[in-house]
């Protein structure tokens, strides 16, 4: 069992930076993939980004690429994602999310059996 809390949500305008945390609990948090994932009024849950468990290897999602990056702290059973130019179209509610020894794209939240409350994006125009 492992339980996700995330952190670090707020308002800004864009343009903007945040950084997302989300502590894990338990022993082997570096047996998890590591996903985050968004989803704003009215839409469906989208993926935003994962790191694999064992080679640290990233993804992201188009919309994302090149200003978000995730990463992994496994002495702090933590993983991150820093958001750089933030838009106003990144405002969501983001989640993390784990998968045991998760494998593949890591793109799909059927992948992922834990799943943290949720922290509030909002970015002004």
């Known amino acids: 069992q492992v339980q996700l809390v995330e952190s670090g949500g707020g308002l800004v305008q864009a343009g903007g930076s945040l950084r997302l945390s989300c502590a894990a609990s338990g022993r082997t948090f570096s047996q998890y993939a590591m996903g985050w994932f968004r989803q704003a009024p009215g839409k469906e849950r989208e993926f935003v980004s994962a790191?694999?468990?064992?080679?640290?290897?990233?993804y992201y999602a188009d919309s994302v690429k090149g200003r978000f990056t995730i990463s992994r702290d496994n002495a702090k059973n933590t993983v991150y994602l820093q958001m750089n130019s933030l838009k106003p179209e990144d405002t969501a509610v983001y989640y993390c999310?784990?998968?045991?020894?998760?494998?593949?794209?890591?793109?799909?939240?059927?992948?992922?059996?834990?799943w943290g409350q949720g922290t509030q994006v909002t970015v002004s125009s």
């Open positions: 999310a784990a998968a045991y020894r998760g494998w593949g794209l890591l793109s799909s939240p059927e992948q992922y059996a834990y």
């Open positions: 790191i694999s468990w064992s080679a640290g290897i990233t």
